[in-house]
């Protein structure tokens, strides 16, 4: 509620930027903007109804605004967010929902001074609240949670329509409890990977396979840490998913999650970072290696 934040691996605040009551954030890397590769962060802004439009400058691990401008989303409470780069085009888009159930997408062009504008190319709709998204790029795909029903598979190209397939339902999977909130991706190479989705009723993390049909593989739960003196996750909203390199620790990834209600201390909110070896372990998932191949955890 007081604007977008940048941390470093350790959780220290590198950048508050007051640009509005930020809801979901996203980026995609190799942006062309004036000829050059950028990495282009978008967030859903709500308090101007708008999307809220960054370069992140990875030398200075800063934040600059590029928006041309207050970029509308004519939504009444833009709300979950996400990006998505196209494997046919290579544009780059971004999905917010209103609280509706309605759902936008906008593609990111730029605006040749240096800016960046969204052009709305698609709109379609859930029967009830939705939130948390995520595009899966090589493969095409959208996926989208909607709160208490389940969680949705879609095409995430502009001309794709409003067809969507069921992943799992509420009511399939008794691990599952409603809201499903936040969703992410595990990238292990090949089109493979994970999808982990946060069952906020249960305080606990489905995870799905990316390829095929998507078949449930498990849940977990982050617990305390007390000789760290780090409390476990509980009522996660967004989460984030990544198989990327982030630094000592977390070589082969993490699972960065917001913590709804922090106890140790009795705090506001705040984010956890869970290297996903651990979740690996836990479940006998596979992990990304430095060389883009993968091995199974033991």
């Known amino acids: 509620k007081s604007g977008l934040y940048v941390y470093d691996m350790q959780g220290r605040v590198l950048q508050h930027l007051a640009d509005g009551n930020m809801n979901n954030v996203d980026l995609r890397s190799g942006f062309m903007l004036g000829g050059q590769p950028i990495v282009l962060v978008t967030a859903s802004d709500r308090t101007n109804k708008a999307v809220a439009i960054y370069r992140l400058d990875t030398q200075a691990r800063r934040l600059v605004d590029i928006a041309d401008g207050i970029q509308p989303t004519e939504q009444g409470d833009p709300y979950g967010q996400c990006m998505y780069v196209s494997p046919t085009t290579g544009k780059t888009y971004v999905f917010i929902n209103d609280s509706n159930g309605e759902k936008r997408q906008w593609e990111l062009i730029d605006a040749g001074n240096g800016r960046v504008r969204a052009q709305r190319v698609r709109d379609f709709a859930f029967s009830s609240q939705v939130e948390g998204c995520v595009a899966d790029d090589a493969a095409g795909v959208l996926y989208v949670d909607e709160e208490d029903v389940g969680i949705w598979r ?145």
């Open 154 to 298: 879609m095409s995430a190209e502009p001309d794709g329509g409003a067809a969507m397939t069921s992943v799992q339902r509420v009511d399939q999977n008794p691990a599952l409890k409603d809201d499903l909130e936040g969703i992410g991706l595990y990238d292990l190479g090949g089109s493979r990977g994970y999808l982990v989705v946060s069952s906020q009723g249960n305080n606990t993390y489905a995870v799905y396979r990316r390829e095929g049909a998507n078949d449930y593989l498990g849940s977990f739960a982050v617990v305390a840490n007390g000789p760290a003196g780090i409390d476990g996750i509980s009522e996660t909203d967004g989460l984030e998913i990544t198989s990327a390199d982030l630094g000592p620790g977390f070589e082969r990834g993490a699972m960065i999650a917001q913590d709804g209600r922090n106890v140790l201390p009795g705090e506001r909110q705040n984010y956890k970072y869970v290297p996903w070896t651990s979740i690996a372990q836990a479940l006998n998932l596979e992990v990304r290696q430095a060389d883009a191949t993968s091995r199974r955890s033991h």
